[in-house]
């Protein structure tokens, strides 16, 4: 796997390496009544992308805050849009760890298209996230674990600031 999704240059864009990815395919139900994606759906592709990089590196599922567990709630997302994405298209959602701190880890997602009818491949979106570890039975954030930090700097191969 490359380090990147490579796509014309655009001044908004996030430099260096992205260890993960996922592909998402665009729904029809995904669009509106412009024609294009939501700009609401794009935090689900985000989250999409948080969700099976912490799957993945960490190498447990999300735990469910209904049942009293400690997990990852989102504190934060922000997002900047780029161009539009229509029907059909694949966005692939490219994510990474910049920063973990004593309860909260914060993530840059970079999205975009490869070339198809609607135009060539482009950036879609760049969004940055933080998440707190959350202690859903004590109902305050807990430390993020040990072993969860040297995960993630044993992906990344570096440690995240």
Do not use: W
């Not at 024609?35 to 989250?47: D, K, L, P």
């Amino acid at each position: 796997m490359t380090d990147r999704i490579e796509v014309p240059e655009d001044p908004r864009d996030l430099p260096g390496p992205f260890r993960h990815r996922v592909a998402v395919e665009v729904r029809f139900r995904d669009t509106d009544a412009m024609g294009h994606v939501n700009n609401a759906v794009y935090h689900t592709y985000v989250e999409h992308g948080r969700t099976s990089y912490l799957d993945g590196v960490l190498e447990r599922p999300l735990r469910l805050g209904t049942h009293g567990e400690t997990s990852f709630i989102l504190a934060e997302s922000r997002m900047v849009h780029r161009t539009p994405v229509f029907f059909g298209e694949i966005v692939t959602v490219e994510t990474r760890v910049t920063r973990i701190g004593r309860t909260s880890v914060e993530m840059e997602h970079r999205m975009t298209v490869p070339a198809s009818p609607y135009g060539t491949a482009r950036l879609v979106a760049v969004c940055h996230s933080v998440l707190v570890h959350y202690d859903y039975a004590a109902g305050r954030p807990q430390p993020v674990p040990d072993d969860a930090r040297a995960k993630v700097e044993a992906f990344e191969g570096r440690r995240p600031a």
